[in-house]
């Protein structure tokens, strides 16, 4: 079984996460996925950036969802990693999907709406799923159950993950409960019986974010779905050595 190797905000350890030199950069290098993460702007624009606030990342201050698409067109989300990068710009959800429809890769999408509920952000997400027609390589994923469950009613053309970052009860059963059809673990969760229970319940299973090379390869020997990291290059590196060790 191959685990996909997806580049994390794109290749986010060399370049500013959520940007198109992050994503360029991880297709450069061999990824088989990107997962990016999405936010609403104050006129119900997608756009591709990780924090509901702006500090971080670019040059403003405040909330994503206070800002029109246009007003964040201005921001500068490359300085604050390296200067190299000066002027690089937010992207759009549309834009990023008129790139990465070129591209032979899986695509992760995050809705980011476990802090800030956007309204309809499921439906809105969809609709530029549909027009590039991308249902088949896409990965919608969320820590918010109620929105994995509001997305698989509107198609079940897209799969959908639910994310997890703690040890719960039951939590197979809460997946399935929602209607995804993998999980997506931070890798302290991940363990024997977890990969064993998930191949049981016919869940894809994908773990986060993984860069230092032990954890890795026990991805690899866990036999995982997939992997989410910020280093892609060395994660299909590590993905050969493993294959010829294994043959």
């Known amino acids: 079984m191959n685990t996909t190797i997806f580049a994390h905000r794109g290749a986010s350890h060399f370049a500013p996460e959520n940007t198109m030199p992050a994503f360029q950069l991880a297709i450069n290098v061999g990824a088989e996925g990107i997962e990016t993460d999405v936010q609403l702007t ?11 606030t702006l500090h971080r990342t670019t040059n403003g201050s405040g909330y994503v969802k206070d ?13 604050w990693f390296s200067p190299k990068y000066h002027g690089t710009s937010l992207l759009s959800l549309e834009e990023f999907l ?8 899986y695509i992760n ?5 476990n802090i800030i509920d956007y309204k309809n952000i499921e439906s809105i997400v969809y609709e530029y799923i549909k027009a590039f027609n991308l249902q088949s390589r896409v990965i919608i994923s969320s820590f ?7 997305f698989g009613k509107l198609t079940d053309e897209v799969e ?38 998930c191949q049981d319940r016919d869940l894809s299973l994908r773990i986060y974010t993984v860069n230092r ?33 294994h043959r």
């Open 42 to 52: 104050k006129d119900n624009i997608p756009v591709l950036i990780h924090d509901e």
């Open 109 to 113: 999408i995050e809705l980011k709406n």
């Open 213 to 245: 090379p032990s954890r890795i390869m026990r991805c690899y020997k866990f036999k995982c779905d997939g992997i989410f990291t910020d280093v892609p290059h060395s994660a299909i590196e590590y993905q050969e050595l493993y294959r010829h060790k």
């Open 67 to 79: 800002f029109t698409y246009n007003e964040l067109k201005t921001l500068d989300a490359g300085s």
């Open 144 to 150: 918010n159950p109620h929105s994995v469950k509001r």
């Open 160 to 197: 959908t993950a639910l994310l997890l970052s703690q040890r719960t009860r039951n939590a197979l059963s809460y997946v399935k409960k929602v209607g995804a059809s993998a999980l997506h673990a931070k890798y302290s969760l991940l363990t024997k019986k977890l990969v064993e229970d």
């Open 98 to 105: 008129t790139w990465a429809q070129d591209q032979s890769i």
